[in-house]
């Protein structure tokens, strides 16, 4: 069974900085995307970034390409670095696992996933 278990988060003013972590594991194949999500205040859920644990390719919303970057190590730690926050960034962060294969389908920019699980969030606050 997959389980993230995401760490970081906070509050940050405006042009900052914040890093955020997702330790996966319970991986039934490689050919698995750990990618976050994010939800703000009336907003919809929107896909941010992901990576492939096999291959490191990587995916990222328009909204946040050039200031957040996504990265893995070898323990399937997935790190999300966020710069230049905009009051915008302002939500709850989810760490999911994506697959292929599936019904719950979920996008990250123009690519489509199937989503397999979600982590219990931590909260991202930008103020002005």
């Known amino acids: 069974q997959v389980q993230l278990v995401e760490s970081g988060g906070g509050s940050v003013q405006a042009g900052g900085s914040l890093n955020l972590s997702c330790a996966a594991s319970g991986f039934p194949y490689s050919e698995y995307c750990v990618a976050w999500f994010r939800q703000g205040p009336g907003k919809e859920r929107e896909g941010v970034s992901g990576?492939?644990?096999?291959?490191?390719?990587t995916y990222s919303a328009d909204s946040v390409k050039g200031r957040f970057t996504i990265s893995r190590d070898v323990k399937n730690t997935v790190y999300l670095q966020m710069t230049d926050l905009k009051t915008e960034d302002t939500a709850m962060y989810y760490c999911?696992?994506?697959?292929?294969?599936?019904?719950?389908?979920?996008?990250?920019?123009?690519?489509?996933?199937?989503?397999?699980?979600w982590g219990q969030g931590t909260l991202v606050t930008v103020s002005s």
């Open positions: 999911a696992a994506l697959s292929h294969t599936g019904d719950n389908i979920v996008q990250i920019g123009d690519t489509v996933f199937a989503l397999d699980a």
């Open positions: 990576i492939n644990l096999d291959d490191g390719t």
